[in-house]
């Protein structure tokens, strides 16, 4: 087991990539804690129901015996990709987090070659922020953002069940950064209200990101100067102190020619997309977003 850690922590630090480990027997414990905030009405009936659609809390039949969670911090950066509308040039951000398969699949392949067993090795679509902060892997900002040394807001976690006697179970009580204690530079500035001085759940039925990653309508009240990324929201996290280092990594990664831009402006469902377009999208996980992208695309420009 002690060879396994160390390939595994050998692996990971190479990688920049941090990781903790805790035992399965939480996931009833974490369902109850997301329950919580409903019931003390810390969120809305419906953003508890989407987020109890969204994470699954059975542990996968794989994995029934020594049953544990790997969760793992990626640093990110923020993504810019280039559209062509009109005859016009569009850069749009991707904040962190929302392009992930490839490293994903990178530290699945990882845990594969270490612990030499598919069949005891699963993806795990539990709440990982919530999972990071208790394992100690990451604090929580009083923008709810999950905080990762050395990586700030801009990472990336991902978590793996497996099967393994790792006898490991880094749990403790939620933690917030020391910082946010005196300072409220996040909540002054977002632009929906959603950050709260005294909670550090925010108000999510009020943040842009759960509107523009969904396919209704903004509501009135939505500043359309407010959008500032092709889905999700930067502005708490760029105006943070902790994020100061971190922010300035920037990276192009893909441009959409006039045409393309064009097709995905049109909303075309994905199955009638050029397969080439489709691929593209797919290799920066907006696939995942295409109902929304040419409505976000629109109040963007
Ligand atoms: S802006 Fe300030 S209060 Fe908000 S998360 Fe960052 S340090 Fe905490
Ligand atoms: S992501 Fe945007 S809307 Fe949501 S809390 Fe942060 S600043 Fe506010």
New binding site residues.
């Given amino acids: 087991m002690k060879d396994e850690l160390k390939n595994l922590n050998d692996y990971l630090f190479k990688l920049n990539f941090k990781f903790k480990i805790i035992s399965a027997k939480h996931i009833p414990e974490i369902e109850q804690e997301i329950k919580q905030l409903y019931i003390e009405k810390k969120i809305t009936k419906t953003i508890y129901r989407y987020v109890s659609k969204y994470y699954q809390f059975n542990i996968p039949k794989n994995v029934l015996n020594e049953r544990y969670i790997i969760i793992v911090a990626i640093p990110q950066k923020t993504s810019i990709v280039n559209f062509k509308i009109e005859g016009k040039k569009f850069d749009f951000i991707i904040p962190p987090t929302y392009i992930y398969k490839a490293n994903q699949d990178r530290i699945y392949k990882i845990l594969l070659n270490i612990f030499k067993d598919s069949k005891k090795i699963n993806y795990a679509h539990t709440p990982k922020k919530l999972i990071a902060v208790r394992s100690g892997l990451s604090k929580y900002g009083r923008?709810n953002i999950s905080y990762v040394e050395g990586m700030g807001s801009f990472n990336r976690l991902e978590s793996y069940y497996i099967d393994f006697p790792l006898n490991i179970d880094n749990w403790d009580e939620e933690s917030i950064m020391e910082e946010c204690r005196k300072c409220s530079l996040?909540l002054n500035?977002?632009?929906?209200n959603?950050?709260r001085e005294n909670e550090f759940v925010?108000k999510a039925d009020h943040?842009?990101?759960y509107y523009n990653e969904n396919l209704n309508d903004f509501p009135d009240w939505v500043d359309v100067k407010s959008h500032n990324s092709l889905v999700g929201?930067m502005?708490?996290q760029n105006v943070c102190p902790i994020n100061k280092k971190y922010k300035k990594n920037k990276e192009k990664i893909l441009s959409f020619s006039e045409k393309e831009s064009e097709i995905i402006i049109q909303g075309l469902e994905k199955n009638i997309l050029p397969l080439n377009l489709n691929k593209k999208l797919k290799s920066i996980n907006m696939d995942e977003y295409l109902p929304v992208l040419s409505r976000n695309i629109r109040v963007l420009m």
């Fill in positions: 923008n996040c500035a977002c632009p929906n959603c950050i925010i943040c842009l990101t929201c502005v708490c």
